[in-house]
């Protein structure tokens, strides 16, 4: 007999850890104990040696589910000390590294028993087991038990009790585990005598008749609406004042994402795991979908259900039809923080619903919802929230145990950070600083998380913009302050997502952000490492006029950049007449700004770089939201380039070396191979050909390799493409600049 003592790390809480350990011991007659620290579960196994090694070599090899071991620690005990039985010990608290699981979706067990007439939790809204349900967004403290927990105010009825003790069932250390008896109520906020299915039925019904609803989740209130009804999205939009910003969507299942969508191998597996993120799909040309989910957008944002509520709402059992599609968009007011209590729900979402439907399960940190997009293949993160904050991020350098640092994240599309020794744990989307009502929820979510974390941060790192929200919230923690520039702060999160510890060069293209000189950086390229960086290029400076309003407005840049060129007045008043940027008055106080510097600041940002691109091409002249001309910039660049891929004769004959065409596609721009795709009848002669690349959607099979390797071939595509008077500007670019046609092109082969 032998005594073996292991430290398992790793999400090993709140995922049946301790009844999966109890399990395996009674299969290998193991004898001992284990025990919840906090940081680590604790093991005794006591046993012939021979039964120990398998029990620990399963204990890695098959862990539950959900969990994620990341380090075990085993060493032989000498002690003369005897176990009788396997016995789980209720939570001993120690501090050190600690692992949180982020809430996890409704399992497919859970799943199938919320639907089953037979089963005591039949239609029980709240339904969990030790592989689902809420972990982050109900968590007072840690270890994770019931009474650390919102649901510590709902006791466990008898019979949840006893699964709750018993390592047989599903619910074994399930903290969140109830039912119908015992577990948390639905109600209308403002009806509050209706509960229970009564109030999802009137939720339905307010869906089915075209109503708004405001729906609370697991990490915050929703707003809702049948996203097949164009004029319920349409008040929604106003409601929200939200002209154009793209909904988020939820789908009953998988056969009405195939309805609406084109599905790409590999995107049912991220649209139905566990984690069930917000993934962007591209539409299909005979979706029903209402065209103000996102308008002129190819792309709409989908995600699954993945709370019981979530499942009911689709498919409550009364007989009645109900929207396959819904609307999911965060519930509050344009600018402010998710709403997670009745109150802020009352107060943000009373005007903008028609109903509330609301439980009575606290929520203690918020959780958006998790945004994904997909490229080349890959699912490539946009936002990462609910499902997978606050999972750390493991550094391989030397760091101190005990440093504690909190990285208090960017002004726009904030998240912070907080560091603990090697481990780095990003919190759930917070939102934009410009609202004080957000800046007010981040540090409500840095005091949780910290709490959680037990960690008590030393430093603070913000960013170097002085005037930013974020800036005065760091200082106001009177701690020391480590201001960094933005586009590094980039480069170094980046750096530590893949734990490199290599000087590397990064390239940041974004927005824009504080430079170390004062002025806007947003298109640079660093020499950079953890100790600090070198600023080795940046896009050409060009002059940012009007303040605030040039990010929204990017007719200012283009104008700006087109006397920035020119130096020219009357050369830039006749361009505007064609290119209709702005009234000619305009132009005026636009040259005036310029002449004199006055509410004008040099900027690199390619943010703007873009935007301007977007006003200059006719595209869109101002947003009204951050990034909508460049999104639909992009939008146009696909729908071209899915146009004229492979198999398309953009022009027959020689390509000049100055041709902007040359300079965008270089080496992937060759000659077809003989007896390759014919183009259409006005370009009958084959001529120089653009290999497919990701725009085409219908030639996948043929985008593995550089696009040197790819085969030619006619896309289907190309006839597809509605000729959308939105696309239009783009599409006849080539021929307004002068790139030869077939039929001009001396010289042309026939
Ligand atoms: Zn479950
Ligand atoms: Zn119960």
């Known amino acids: 007999m032998a005594l073996f003592h292991s430290k ?97 979706a409704t399992c497919d067990k859970c799943r199938a028993e919320l639907f089953d ?101 697991i990490g915050g209130f929703h ?173 391989s350098g030397a760091f101190s145990k005990d440093a504690a640092v909190l990285g208090i994240g960017g002004e726009l599309k904030n998240t912070f950070c907080l560091g603990k020794g090697n481990l780095l744990y990003p919190s759930p989307y917070i939102g934009d600083m410009s609202d004080l009502r957000t800046v007010q929820a981040l540090q409500e979510s840095i005091k949780r998380m910290a709490e959680l974390l037990e960690t008590e941060p030393k430093m603070v790192a913000c960013d170097l913009h002085p005037r930013y929200n974020t800036t005065a919230a760091a200082k106001e923690l009177g701690l020391p ?28 293209f974004d927005g824009t952000g504080y430079g170390t000189d004062s002025t806007i950086w947003g298109g640079e390229i660093l020499k950079a490492d953890y100790q600090g960086f070198e600023r080795l290029g940046h896009i050409r400076p060009f002059l940012q006029t009007g303040g605030d309003k040039a990010s929204r407005e990017g007719w200012r840049i283009a104008v700006a950049m087109l006397y920035g060129l020119t130096k020219d007045q009357e050369q830039v008043r006749e361009l505007n007449q064609k290119l209709n940027l702005c009234p000619d008055k305009e132009l005026a106080a636009q040259f005036l700004m310029a002449d004199k510097h006055i509410n004008a600041i040099k900027s690199t940002s390619a943010g703007r770089l873009f935007d301007a691109v977007s006003a200059l091409l006719g595209i869109r002249q101002s947003s009204t939201f951050e990034g909508e001309a460049s999104m639909y910039l992009e939008f146009a660049a696909e729908a071209y380039e899915s146009r004229f891929c492979a198999g398309t004769v953009l022009f027959s004959g020689r390509l000049p070396s100055s041709s902007p065409l040359r300079a965008a596609y270089g080496k992937t721009l060759r000659r077809p191979p003989a007896g390759a795709a014919q183009g259409g009848s006005r370009h009958r002669a084959a001529g120089l050909q653009i290999p497919c690349g990701p725009g085409c959607p219908d030639c996948r099979s043929l985008q593995a390799g550089p696009p040197e390797n790819r085969t030619w071939h006619r896309c289907p595509l190309r006839r597809r493409l509605p000729e959308s008077p939105a696309h239009a500007p783009y599409i006849a670019l080539p021929q307004k600049r002068g790139l030869p046609s077939a039929e001009t092109q001396p010289g042309a082969p026939q």
């Open 117 to 217: 007439p037979h089963d005591r939790r039949y239609l029980h809204p709240f339904i969990n087991c030790t592989a689902c349900g809420p972990r982050l967004t109900i968590l007072d403290s840690m270890p994770y038990d019931r009474e650390r927990t919102s649901m510590g105010e709902f006791p466990m009825c008898e019979k949840c009790a006893e699964e709750y003790h018993s390592p047989a069932t599903r619910r074994y250390d399930a903290q969140p585990v109830c039912c119908n008896d015992c577990g948390p109520e639905l109600y209308l906020i403002n009806e509050p005598q209706v509960r229970g299915t009564e109030a999802l039925q009137r939720a339905r019904q307010c869906l089915r008749q075209g109503g708004i609803v405001a729906i609370k989740g």
């Open 481 to 508: 302050l480590l201001p960094l520039q933005h586009h590094y702060a980039h480069i170094l999160s980046c750096l530590a997502e893949n734990d490199c510890q290599e000087p590397v060069i990064g390239v940041s």
């Open 8 to 104: 398992v790390y790793g999400i090993v809480q709140g995922v049946g850890f301790r009844p999966f350990v109890s399990r395996l011991a009674g299969e290998f007659n193991i004898s001992g104990s284990v025990c919840n620290k906090g940081p680590y579960v604790e093991i005794f196994a006591q046993g012939p040696t021979e039964s120990l090694k398998q029990f620990f070599k399963a204990l890695e090899e098959r862990p539950p589910e959900r969990s994620a071991i990341l380090k075990v620690e085993t060493e032989e005990v000498q002690s003369g000390k005897t176990f009788h039985t396997f016995e789980i010990i209720e939570s001993e608290k120690e501090a050190g590294e600690i692992f949180v699981s982020p809430d996890i």
């Open 223 to 395: 707003l809702s609406c049948d996203a097949q009804n164009s004029a319920a999205v349409s008040r929604l939009r106003q409601l929200k004042h939200r002209p154009v910003k793209p909904f988020a969507l939820m789908m009953k299942d998988m056969a009405a994402v195939e309805r609406e969508c084109n599905i790409e191998p590999g995107q049912e597996t991220v649209l139905t795991g566990h984690q069930k993120p917000i993934l962007l799909l591209k539409r299909r040309m005979d979706s029903k979908l209402a065209p103000e989910i996102a308008p002129g957008n190819p792309k709409v944002g989908v995600m699954l259900p993945y709370t019981p509520l979530h499942m009911l709402l689709f498919a409550y059992p009364d007989g009645e039809d109900f929207p396959d599609s819904l609307v999911m968009t965060s519930g509050n007011p344009s600018g402010a923080p998710i709403c997670r209590s009745d109150e802020d729900a009352v107060e943000a979402l009373s005007g903008i619903c028609d109903l509330m439907l609301s439980h009575n399960r606290q929520i203690r940190l918020r959780a958006d919802d998790s945004v994904m997009d997909w490229l080349e293949g890959q699912p490539y993160m946009i936002r990462r929230s609910r499902g997978y904050a606050p999972l750390p991020f493991m550094l």
